[in-house]
């Protein structure tokens, strides 16, 4: 089993900057493709970005140019820099797992998730 804890959420001005960590416990997460998902009160999950356990990268339209994901594998945790906020990126932020070295934008692909971490940009 997999736990993923997610931190560095917070309230921030926008256009201000924020980075999100994943740790994983339990076991690695070499092997395992990771994610990050968004969901705002009554709206679906939304995918943000992606990386296979090798370091290919995927972002959502929304957030590309300004969002940053990374990895490292000896750490077991998985990065989010986020730039240039915007108060439409006000969410929960979810860290998720996959049990394949291969990244998808569909939630329901991934196997483990963390609790989430509120991230508010104010206007």
């Known amino acids: 089993q997999v736990q993923l804890v997610e931190s560095g959420g917070g309230l921030v001005q926008a256009g201000g900057s924020l980075r999100l960590s994943c740790a994983a416990s339990g076991r690695t997460f070499g092997n395992y493709a990771m994610g990050w998902f968004r969901q705002v009160p009554g709206n679906e999950r939304e995918f943000v970005s992606a990386?296979?356990?090798?370091?290919?990268?995927l972002y959502a339209d929304s957030v590309k140019g300004r969002f940053t994901i990374s990895r490292d594998n000896a750490k077991n945790t998985v990065y989010m820099q986020m730039n240039s906020l915007k108060p439409s990126d006000t969410a929960v932020y979810y860290c998720a797992a996959r049990r394949s070295r291969l990244y998808s934008t569909n939630g329901r692909d991934y196997d483990y998730w963390g609790q989430g971490t509120q991230v508010t940009v104010s206007s």
């Open positions: 990386i296979t356990w090798s370091g290919s990268i």
